[in-house]
């Protein structure tokens, strides 16, 4: 059974850090494309960071320079590193895990409130 499961989400003060987590299993890891989207109230989905090939991320460009994608292939873990955090980040964040099949896996999601 495919689970991604998400944690790290919270209240956090603009400014401030969180670092997302998503476990995975069920699935062969290193064989998947991980990436980081979120949903913020009345919006749709969108992504956030993603890996497009060996050693090489995309991000979109609110979140440049701010955030960090990065895996643990050991521990089937993907990571998003949220610095500078802003009330616009606000959002369920989900994890992806997206196969060259076309078959795609979703996490249910953590929440990140950025807001003092």
């Known amino acids: 059974q495919v689970q991604l499961v998400e944690s790290g989400g919270g209240l956090v003060q603009p400014g401030g850090s969180l670092r997302l987590s998503c476990a995975a299993s069920?699935?062969?890891?290193?064989?998947?494309?991980m990436g980081w989207y979120r949903q913020a109230p009345g919006k749709q989905r969108e992504l956030v960071a993603r890996?497009?090939?060996?050693?090489?991320?995309d991000y979109t460009d609110s979140v440049k320079g701010r955030f960090t994608i990065s895996r643990d292939n050991a521990k089937n873990t993907v990571y998003l590193q949220m610095n500078s955090l802003k009330p616009e980040d606000t959002a369920i964040y989900y994890c992806?895990?997206?196969?060259?099949?076309?078959?795609?896996?979703w996490g249910k999601g953590t929440l990140v409130t950025v807001s003092s």
């Open positions: 992806n895990a997206l196969f060259s099949s076309g078959i795609v896996y």
């Open positions: 069920g699935i062969i890891f290193t064989r998947s494309v």
């Open positions: 890996f497009i090939g060996i050693g090489s991320t």
